[in-house]
């Protein structure tokens, strides 16, 4: 339609380096799924940044697929959107090169996930642990992103991602969108159930801290049964309450309830009752997705042709920006 407008473009990522979790839902896929219809969405899994921690071959493969299955299942329409895999187009690692070449080492040292990751893998602090947020910048600045669903621990990479796009776009023209990140208000940061002063990871040792996507009902229920809260035996949000706090951020991101609301709720109620549920109240949440899942798992002819499909979208829309970015520099094409 004449008047009709251009609609914003949506880029964002995730790593398959273990099971989905419910921090990767209400974090980020959540909105990947809501922002389908109001924009032209790009999705990928980002395999490539995955093996900046040493993965086992069988496991990785094995993995890939059941992301693929299970981001899918959160409801990516695939008529809609694009949903493929990074390392299926090779415009993503090229870019990544290229962009290093105008990104500091000093901006580099200051990225915290860096500095978490190295701590926790400190006997393999690869080069690739230390570029990855370039890689994560090229993903983003070769689709000419306007948004990027994420949850609150990469707000760091996105600033670096329009750091290195103004310099280069400084030097060269308008080369890169400047993109900005798109954090949920509700569920950016989910915690752990075990320790609620650190975040809930994909590959966290424990598991009772961490809730995957298709954990079935009971183990959820059990898990945040388990749930670390604390001894005041009252719900509301406080200081000192971490993980009361993150059962109520699950809860209110999972229910659209308002704090007060829950705490009213509550009022006079043990930790028992409110535990139990939250529990549930996730338990329904995840439960289409987990049925859709195993449906999808099944047809790996079906999601063959899905990413084949997507792989070549992104290569075509991406080699635009491939291209003008070697022009610009000076390659001869
Ligand atoms: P890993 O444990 O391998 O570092 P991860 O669980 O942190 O993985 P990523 O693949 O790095 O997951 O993140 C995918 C998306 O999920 C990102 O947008 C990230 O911000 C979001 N995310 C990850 N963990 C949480 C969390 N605990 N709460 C909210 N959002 C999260
Ligand atoms: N680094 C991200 C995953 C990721 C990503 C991206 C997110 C890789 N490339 C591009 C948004 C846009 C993470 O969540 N750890």
């Known amino acids: ?134 890689l994560m910048a090229a993903d983003i600045l070769l689709y000419q992103a306007d948004k990027v669903p994420v949850g609150a621990d990469q707000k760091q990479h996105i600033e670096i991602t329009r750091d290195i796009a103004e310099r280069f776009n400084g030097i060269y023209g308008n080369v890169f969108k400047i993109p900005d990140g798109f954090i949920p208000k509700n569920g950016a940061r989910v915690m752990s159930l075990q320790d609620p002063s650190k975040k809930m990871s994909k590959s966290d040792e424990n598991v009772n801290g961490c809730v995957h996507l298709l954990d079935p009902p009971e183990v959820i229920m059990k898990k945040f049964k388990r749930a670390i809260t604390d001894s005041e035996a009252s719900v509301h949000y406080g200081e000192g309450k971490d993980g009361v706090n993150n059962l109520m951020a699950i809860y209110s991101a999972v229910t659209g309830l308002s704090y007060e609301q829950i705490e009213h709720d509550f009022d006079g109620r043990g930790y028992g009752d409110f535990k139990t549920a939250v529990g549930e109240a996730v338990a329904e949440t995840l439960r289409p997705i987990r049925e859709r899942y195993e449906q999808l798992v099944k047809d790996k002819a079906y999601l063959e042709d899905c990413y084949r499909k997507a792989d070549e979208l992104a290569l075509k829309i991406s080699s635009r920006t491939m291209n003008k970015v070697m022009k610009k520099i000076g390659f001869v094409l």
């Open 1 to 134: 339609m004449e008047n009709e407008k251009k609609k914003e473009i949506v880029f964002s990522a995730i790593q398959p380096s273990g099971t989905i979790t419910l921090g990767n839902y209400l974090g980020a896929v959540r909105n990947w799924v809501s922002m389908q219809d109001e924009y032209n969405c790009i999705y990928a899994l980002a395999d490539l940044h995955t093996i900046t921690v040493r993965q086992e071959p069988a496991a990785m493969r094995k993995n890939i697929l059941d992301a693929y299955a299970s981001i899918m299942a959160c409801g990516i329409d695939v008529e809609k959107s694009i949903f493929f895999i990074q390392s299926h187009v090779h415009t993503h690692a090229e870019l990544a090169w290229v962009l290093s070449c105008y990104t500091q080492f000093g901006e580099l040292s200051r990225m915290t996930q860096f500095k978490d990751k190295s701590a926790k893998h400190a006997d393999n602090i690869n080069a690739g642990l230390f570029t990855y947020p370039v």
